[in-house]
Every structure is written in C-alpha cells, then in structure tokens.
C-alpha cells in the first residue's frame, strides 16, 4: 500500500469530507515533510514518517475522542513542533478532543486545555495557566 493509498482509504472513512479537500491534506502532509511521498510504500517509510502518516490518517477520519499514546516519541524537533500545533488547530476548529499519554510535556503545555500527572500511582488534575 502507498502513502496515497492509505490517505485515500481514510479520507473514504472520514465524517466530513468537505473538511479534507486536497489542498488541506497536502497543506498537513507539507507541514510535517510528507509532501511528495505519495507513490512511496507505506512500509518503506521511515519511524518517523509512519507516525506522522498514522497521524494524519487518523485526523482525517475525525473520531470525536482521540487516545494518542506517545504520539511525539521519535519525531525529530520540528516534527514535534508541527504535530503540536495541528492538534491543536485541529481540536480548536473541528471541535475534536484528544486523550494524550506523553513525557514530552514541553512541547504540549502550551497547546493543551489542561492535564494530570501521574505521581504515586495517584491521578493529579495541573492547573494549567495558558
């Protein structure tokens, strides 16, 4: 399967196709250097290339609640800077809620509405002061 294959499959699936005109999709796949890889085999991208493909693909179909578990790890700087924001921007304007189990805080606190810590096998609610 390619990139555009597997793209193609999701944007089939999504809730709101008007919401995923070509432009935007490759406006996303711009932005977090994917852009031009779509005849690429989807098993012939790299770890990082797959996440940030795994991540577009389940954007796209827009599930109400999102769990993403670590979905930072192994993205390099910029990577990281990008997936923030679109989750942000993503949540912001389709109204899309994401569940984010994450040790890269940093980059998160200034995109998320608020968050626990786990200390002590206890739960802790963090104010969050944007």
């Not at 990281?80 to 998160?108: C, M, N, P, T, Y």
């Amino acid at each position: 399967m390619t990139v555009s294959e597997e793209l193609t499959l999701s944007l089939e699936q999504t809730r709101h196709p008007a919401d995923w005109p070509p432009e935007v999709v490759d406006e996303y796949l711009q932005r977090l250097n994917l852009f031009g890889l779509g005849d690429q085999i989807i098993y012939q991208l790299s770890g990082g290339q797959k996440k940030k493909l795994q991540l577009i693909v389940i954007l796209i179909m827009e599930t109400p609640i999102l769990l993403l578990d670590e979905p930072l790890a192994g993205l390099d700087f910029q990577s990281v800077e990008q997936v923030s924001k679109i989750l942000r921007e993503i949540a912001d304007r389709k109204r899309q809620r994401f569940v984010i189990i994450s040790h890269q805080l940093d980059r998160l606190l200034p995109k998320v509405d608020f968050y626990l810590r786990l200390e002590n096998q206890t739960l802790k609610y963090q104010e969050h002061l944007l």
